[in-house]
């Protein structure tokens, strides 16, 4: 049966520069169980107050919810004078009748090679025929427990119940997933056993476990600041792609060279036409008359010597030549690498799409009209950070939080807004009267920085 996956909140501790703090979705700020319409959430706050850790977190809590192995730079995320962080992400699974509220943590250990996942727990309430079981822990597995494979002993007993070997295919699975440094819960070893059809109890974890694991796989975008970047130095266009094929379907990004012309094979260059297809569907909409094209320069051995196709990624206008993507603004390049994940976030109300900086190169007013249009139209989760503050004049209260001084609680809402105020006035406000819960600027002084300019600028002079 079919599941549709909705983040509710995810809450972080010891990452980064954020000891602690939790971003809530808006549906859940107003205690609404739902997953029929768009959630919106942006976070706004100056730099280096934990806005890029939340979309960090989410890149890599997709990679352990798919069973990937830790990357070794994650180590570099664990607060400086920590030894542990620990993530907590809370989802709402729609599984026919069945609403399941599961909550997945994981603490990582700083270790030689990076950090390990020292602890993972997995805990879920259930609600079923219009009544609500507690919420309790239904797998916990901790590295350091040598003698249980996972607790509760309940929960194991059902999938030895189902089948015996079970049990030692489930500590052969734990032995791999700690020397490989992955998830023990969503490692493909364990998972493969956790996923089995279960007629017990068990049936209801197997299902939260193949629903979150298929949720992170295909329908979990993260679009980190990474992205931007290649973009910005002109060197790759990176295209965050989903595409629907017979039941298994293709997500990721397709990267396309921005320098030179690319040999692709047969697979490829259709996925690729694939993508342009979509993205033509909007693309003339927000940029009038332009669209994209893949141009032929005729076929070509790849490396590996199969046949392939030498193409190139062009814009065209309305009575224009075609011009390589690449001569085209930074601004028009973002917009067209992240537009299939927008398209499908609007269509798939299962799409979580989180994007760091989206206001990146985009102008303000489209920006605007793109977030007001997929707020009041669309049906999946966006996420995303911007320093520009057209967004709260076009979203509500719910759709924004705040990053904030405090360490120790990075992200608040406003408070005391009305349906007639204006929020980016009230945040302006904020930011140099105060009268929130938490501080959401860290002052500077203006007369101060002009010295220091003036200061650094003598030294110049006179060296």
Same mark, same amino acid.
């Given at each position: 049966?079919?599941?549709?996956?909705?983040?509710?909140?995810?809450?972080?501790?010891?990452?980064?520069?954020?000891?602690?703090?939790?971003?809530?979705?808006?549906?859940?700020?107003?205690?609404?169980?739902?997953?029929?319409?768009?959630?919106?959430?942006? $976070?706004?706050?100056?730099?280096?107050?934990?806005?890029?850790?939340?979309?960090?977190?989410?890149?890599?809590?997709?990679?352990?919810?798919?069973?990937?192995?830790?990357?070794?730079?994650?180590?570099?995320?664990?607060?400086?004078?920590?030894?542990? %962080?620990?993530?907590?992400?809370?989802?709402?699974? *729609?599984?026919? &009748?069945?609403?399941?509220?599961?909550?997945?943590?994981?603490?990582?250990?700083?270790?030689?090679?990076?950090?390990?996942?020292?602890?993972?727990?997995?805990?879920?309430?259930? #609600?079923?025929?219009?009544?609500?079981?507690?919420?309790?822990?239904?797998?916990?597995?901790?590295?350091?427990?040598?003698?249980?494979?996972?607790?509760?002993?309940?929960?194991?007993?059902?999938?030895?119940? %189902?089948?015996?070997?079970?049990?030692?295919?489930?500590?052969?699975?734990?032995?791999?997933?700690?020397?490989?440094?992955?998830?023990?819960?969503?490692?493909?070893?364990?998972?493969?056993?956790?996923?089995?059809?279960?007629?017990?109890?068990?049936?209801?974890?197997?299902?939260?476990?193949?629903?979150?694991?298929?949720? %992170?796989?295909?329908?979990?975008?993260?679009?980190?600041?990474?992205?931007?970047?290649?973009?910005? &130095?002109?060197?790759?266009?990176?295209?965050?792609?989903? /595409?629907?094929?017979? +039941?298994?379907?293709?997500?990721?990004?397709?990267?396309?060279?921005?320098?030179?012309?690319?040999?692709?094979? +047969?697979?490829?260059?259709? /996925?690729?036409?694939?993508?342009?297809?979509?993205?033509? !569907?909007? @693309?003339?909409?927000?940029?009038?008359?332009?669209?994209?094209?893949?141009?032929?320069?005729?076929?070509?051995?790849?490396?590996?010597?199969?046949?392939?196709?030498?193409?190139?990624?062009?814009?065209?206008?309305?009575?224009?030549?075609?011009?390589?993507?690449?001569?085209?603004?930074?601004?028009?390049?973002?917009?067209?690498?992240?537009?299939?994940? @927008?398209?499908?976030?609007?269509?798939?109300?299962?799409?979580?799409?989180?994007?760091?900086? @989206?206001?990146?190169?985009?102008?303000?007013?489209? $920006?605007?009209? $793109?977030?007001?249009?997929?707020?009041? #139209? &669309?049906?999946?989760?966006?996420? *995303?950070?911007?320093?520009?503050?057209?967004?709260?004049?076009?979203?509500?209260?719910?759709?924004? !939080?705040?990053?904030?001084?405090?360490?120790?609680?990075?992200?608040?809402?406003?408070?005391?807004?009305? &349906?007639?105020?204006?929020?980016?006035?009230?945040?302006?406000?904020?930011?140099?009267?105060?009268?929130?819960?938490?501080?959401?600027?860290?002052?500077?002084?203006?007369?101060?920085?002009?010295?220091?300019?003036?200061?650094?600028?003598?030294?110049?002079?006179?060296?």
């Amino acid at each position: 049966m079919e599941s549709i996956v909705r983040l509710s909140s995810l809450k972080i501790s010891n990452i980064k520069n954020v000891k602690s703090g939790q971003i809530v979705m808006p549906d859940t700020c107003q205690k609404q169980l739902t997953y029929k319409r768009a959630e919106v959430l942006g $976070l706004y706050g100056q730099n280096g107050s934990g806005k890029t850790a939340v979309i960090d977190t989410l890149y890599y809590l997709q990679k352990i919810m798919t069973g990937s192995t830790i990357e070794t730079e994650i180590g570099d995320y664990i607060d400086a004078g920590s030894s542990q %962080a620990e993530i907590t992400a809370d989802f709402n699974i *729609f599984i026919g &009748a069945v609403i399941y509220e599961a909550s997945y943590k994981i603490i990582l250990q700083r270790s030689e090679n990076g950090a390990n996942i020292v602890r993972e727990t997995l805990s879920c309430a259930i #609600n079923e025929n219009h009544s609500r079981s507690n919420k309790t822990v239904f797998m916990d597995y901790q590295r350091s427990e040598r003698e249980t494979v996972f607790a509760p002993k309940k929960r194991l007993d059902e999938v030895v119940e %189902a089948n015996a070997e079970n049990k030692t295919d489930l500590i052969v699975a734990r032995k791999i997933a700690e020397k490989s440094n992955y998830s023990y819960i969503f490692g493909e070893s364990s998972r493969e056993i956790f996923c089995q059809a279960y007629e017990n109890h068990f049936k209801h974890y197997s299902d939260i476990i193949k629903a979150l694991f298929q949720f %992170a796989l295909k329908d979990l975008f993260v679009i980190r600041n990474t992205h931007s970047g290649v973009i910005s &130095a002109n060197f790759l266009l990176p295209m965050a792609f989903k /595409i629907e094929q017979n +039941e298994i379907g293709m997500k990721g990004d397709f990267a396309v060279p921005l320098t030179e012309p690319v040999v692709l094979n +047969e697979e490829r260059k259709k /996925i690729l036409d694939t993508i342009t297809e979509q993205i033509n !569907m909007v @693309l003339f909409t927000i940029i009038p008359g332009m669209k994209i094209d893949v141009y032929h320069y005729g076929r070509q051995l790849t490396d590996n010597g199969e046949n392939g196709y030498r193409v190139e990624l062009v814009s065209a206008r309305e009575g224009m030549p075609p011009i390589p993507i690449r001569m085209e603004s930074e601004g028009i390049i973002k917009i067209i690498s992240i537009l299939n994940a @927008l398209i499908q976030a609007f269509g798939n109300p299962s799409i979580c799409l989180a994007i760091d900086e @989206l206001d990146a190169g985009i102008f303000e007013y489209m $920006l605007g009209e $793109l977030l007001d249009i997929f707020n009041k #139209n &669309a049906k999946g989760q966006l996420i *995303f950070t911007s320093h520009n503050l057209r967004a709260l004049e076009m979203l509500d209260k719910e759709n924004i !939080m705040f990053s904030t001084v405090n360490p120790k609680r990075r992200y608040i809402r406003m408070k005391n807004i009305k &349906a007639s105020n204006n929020l980016r006035d009230t945040y302006i406000r904020g930011i140099t009267l105060g009268g929130q819960d938490e501080v959401i600027y860290e002052e500077t002084d203006s007369l101060r920085i002009a010295r220091a300019f003036r200061k650094a600028g003598r030294t110049i002079q006179h060296e």
